[in-house]
Each structure stands twice: as C-alpha cells, then as structure tokens.
C-alpha cells in the first residue's frame, strides 16, 4: 500500500526506470538495448503517457512488440495510466525524412506481407558498378572496402531489417543523426557487409567526405607502433580530418589500455566536432569484455542495433540472391536443403553455395542437383551431423526446462511441455541432417507436426527475446 502511494509521486522518469528494469529482466538485454533503451518517456497528461521514439520503424515495432506490456506494467505502478502514446520525435532531422520511398514501402512490404519472397530487397542490376576494392580517405588509415558490400547485395529480412534501416538512414542523412551507431551481431551476419555499404553511399553521395574505415586491429597497431616511434601526435593529427570514421571489431580491443584511452580520446573529440562514427562488435556495448566502463557507455549512448541470427526465409533469400548474381540456376530444392542445413552463419552459406557451383562447373557445367549437393557437401554435412543427435537434443531440452523425455515425447499438450517439445524439434532440424519424418518419428508425430514446430519456433524467436536467449543456449550447448 505505502509503497504504492510512494509510487505515484515519483516523477515519469523514475516509473519509467522502473519499468525498464522489469523490461530488461523480460526481454534479455538485446532486445532492450534495441528496442526499448533507445525510448525517452515524456509527460503524463489525462492518464496518457508520452513515449518519445526516434524513428517511425522503431515506434511500429515496439507497438507491434511491447506496448501491450510497457502498458500492463505501468498500470500497476500507477493506475491512474489509461493510455500510451508513441511519438516519433527525431531531434535532428524532420521525422518525414527519416526513410526514403524504397525504405518505406520496403518496410510496408515486410510489415504487411507474410509471402517470404516480399521480404527480399533483391538487388542484383547494381552489383559490380565498382570493378575493384577501392580505399577511401586517408590511404595510410582506411582499408580497402569490397565492393560487393553495397545496400544493393545486402538482403533484408526480418532479422536484420532494423540494423539495415539504421545503416541507410546513417549513409543517407546529411546531418549526423546516430552517434555512434553501434551494431552488433555474431560472425558472418553482416556487419562488414553494412558497414562498408554505408561508406559506397555516402562516397556516392558526397565524394568529398572523407571517410576512414578500418578494423579495431589495425587502429591498435598503428597506434602502438605510433608509441614505438614516438610520433602520436601524427596519429591524432590523421583522424582530425576524418568526417565518418568506422571501427569494425571492437571486442579486439579489450584489454589494450592504453589504446582504448586513445581511441577514447579520438572518438569523443570526433563526437564533439559532430563526425559520424560507426562501430560494430559482437555484443552490445554492455557486454563488451576488457572495455572501460566509460567507453562502453560511450559507445551506447547513440543509436545500438543488432543482427539476429537468420531465418529460414532469408537465408533462401540470401542463397537466390547470391546465385543470381553468378548467373547460376539454382533449384528450389537445393536452395530449400542448404536453407536447412545451414544455419549457422551466412559465410558458410555462402562457402556451400560457392563450393556446390564450383563442382558443378568443373564437371563441365554439371546441372545442379539435389543429390549431387548432398553428394559435394557429405563432409561439411557430416561434420554438423557429428555435433548432436537427436536423442541428446532430446535430453538437453528437457532437462534444460524441467521436463521429462517422456513427457517430451509424450501427447500431452500442455504449453510448458509442448513449447520445449517444439524447440526440441525446431533443433533436430537445425543442428542434424534428419529429414522431417525422421525427426518426427523421435517424438511419435509426423512431419507436418514438426514442420509446424519449426515455422512456429522461427516465429517465437523474432517476437520473444527470452525464449530467444533460450533457444540459443540450447543450441550453444549442443554444438558444444
Ligand atoms: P560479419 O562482419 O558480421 O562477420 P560479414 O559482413 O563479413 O559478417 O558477412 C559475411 C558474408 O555474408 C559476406 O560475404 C556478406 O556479403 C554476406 N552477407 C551477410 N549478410 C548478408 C545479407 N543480408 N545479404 C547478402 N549477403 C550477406
Ligand atoms: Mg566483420
């Protein structure tokens, strides 16, 4: 009771910390540093609380996504609070200009048709305008960026949609809006690929501006050699023209003190003159190890987004993408199997389907087939294979949710034993080279059943971070 009426006395700002902290224990960090960090609570008026978002994406997706809770929890703390109102309020720029006409019916597209095709910004009549790799800026600093990377060859779906928004409002904007953007993802989804995208379109753009892009690697050793030569103040003087400087892998930079001091330094003052600074990592700010608490907070404090693993849909996506841009057909059927089997990361994806092309061209344009992608791939396949068994995917998901493998196996349909057995399926699709029957015959259903699982599991990943977060343990753990 007493706490209550402490409760509504409290100013917007301290209900909204409070109900960020619940948000984050729900929803795992990523999804809150994506989503929910980023929003600023404004006033309170007539039982109607103000959200500030700063792009129109952003406030479609937290409605679609946690306005239902954010409401729950906020009426509890104070019931005198009827409704949420979202606004987009983009300090920079006007909020109309926030995404360009191909962004936004893109975004329509996704948002409103569940036909996976839709989800694909195909982009092949772009492709190879730049003939070689090409080094921007200060020659000494930068390096050379592959011009494959572009917006063009990037391929949008549901997992990287928000991170490619980010990116092209970035490249696009002629005053700095995100500062810094920080993207984040595990290996090969992406990143470079964004990162150097952003630099084409703005060289595109603005020829003049002077961008330096190069790894968390490079920008240590040139420092450090730097110190060996007694010449920092060189350094500095280098990034002091720099007008969009990006800093790719900037884990690699734990531990190295005083070179993380220098990067500090450098990025702020950067940031004070109003440079655009972009930087990826494999984790979000937050969790960056070996990094000064200072430079993470630093590092947080512009736009953060992540790349979730891929989807069935994008990966096939990504695959048809890839083989249009070679001039090779590839069947439904294999695009669908390597889809299936490849989930890890779009680099392997990418080697599957470079390797399966190349057999085929050695065997003198041997048409591509199902059969001889098992055949060309058995190694590569058998090697997942070895990772994990059904019957131990089995155990490890039952006993990571409380549950018996009997139960698992069982034709109970309560959710908390229905909802592992799905995840169990959904992972002896991803981690074995089973078919669906085969899968389905370990949990006495059939294929339908487990295709059901699948799709459903997909899903849940993309609406639910905790179960995510699960999942990905799950998978962790498997592959050992
Ligand atoms: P990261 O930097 O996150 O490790 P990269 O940017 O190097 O990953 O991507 C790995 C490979 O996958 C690259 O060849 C890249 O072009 C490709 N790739 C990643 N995401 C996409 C995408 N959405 N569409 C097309 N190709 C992609
Ligand atoms: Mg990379």
Redesign the pocket.
Known sequence: MAEEAVNRDVTVHDQWGQICSQLKTEVGDTAFDSWLKPLTPGTINNGTVSICVPTRFMKNWVIAHYSDRIHKIWEKKNPDIKNINFIVQNTIEDSKNLYTPTDRSLLKKISSTPAPQNLYQSGAANILNNSEAQTFGDQSLSVPL?P??TFD?????KT?EFA?AAAKKVAESRNVSFNPLF?Y????????????AIAWQIKKQDPSRNIVYLSAEKFMYKFVRALRYKDTTAFKEQFRSVDVLMV??VQFMGGKDTTQEEFFYTFNSLIEEGRQIII?A?KSPADLEGIETRLKSRLGCGLVAD?HP?DFD?RI??LE??ARQLGVELPTRVSEFLAQKISS???E??GALRRVIAHSQLLSNKEISLEMTQDVLKDMLRSFDRRTTIDEIQKKVAEHFNISVKEMQSSRRARTVARPRQIAMYLAKQLTSRSLPEIGRKFDRDHTTVMHAVRKVEELIMEDASLAENVDTLRRVLEG
């Open positions: 592959n494959q990377f060859n990037f391929v949008v779906g990287n490619y993207l993802s595990g290996v090969g989804l992406g990143k470079t690929h964004l990162m150097h790719d892998d990826s494999d790349i891929t994008l996506g990504i993408n890839k990361n779009i680099r994806l990418e």
